[in-house]
Every structure is written in C-alpha cells, then in structure tokens.
C-alpha cells in the first residue's frame, strides 16, 4: 500500500488524540502504511522504541509494537 492524502490524515488525527504533533511517512510495512508520530515538545529526546502509526487499507490507525517498530526501522 503507498501512502496518500487519506492514509496521512488517519494518521495524523490518531496521532493527535494520543498527545502527539503530527506525523511523518516511514515505509510500507506488511500492506500498510507506517508513519512516525513525532512531539516537538520532545524534539531530539529518546528513550525506548519510536512510535509508528501503521494505516490499513480501511483506514484504520494501530500503534505498532516493539517488534514491529523494529522491523520497520530495518526497512528504512
């Protein structure tokens, strides 16, 4: 699945509710679309996994897992 306007914004919206400022594309994970979600607040500061919003076809937003995150950080 390529991103598109459709897949940022559900992303983007899901991110939001969870605290976080927006969204960035990473890479086509499995069929979906994987963004990481970004805080400008926490700009450069790091601790643990990043948080990626992965978008389905449908439209539906999931945050990955550990495992996952790490899968897609290997694919970019």
């Known amino acids: 699945m390529k991103p598109n306007k459709q897949t940022y914004d ?3 919206r ?3 509710s969870s605290g976080f400022d927006g969204v960035t594309f990473d890479a086509e ?3 979906c679309v994987a963004y990481h979600a970004y805080s400008e607040e ?3 500061a790091c601790c643990g996994y990043p948080h990626f ?3 389905d076809g ?3 937003c999931r ?3 550990p495992d996952e995150a790490l899968q897609i950080i290997d694919l970019t």
Do not use: D, H, P, R
Request: proline share 0%; charged share 15%; glycine share 10%.
């Open 42 to 44: 926490l700009e450069g």
């Open 10 to 12: 559900a992303a983007v």
């Open 14 to 16: 899901f991110a939001q």
């Open 29 to 31: 994970y499995k069929g």
């Open 53 to 55: 919003v992965i978008v």
């Open 63 to 65: 945050y990955s897992t």
């Open 58 to 60: 449908k439209l539906n």
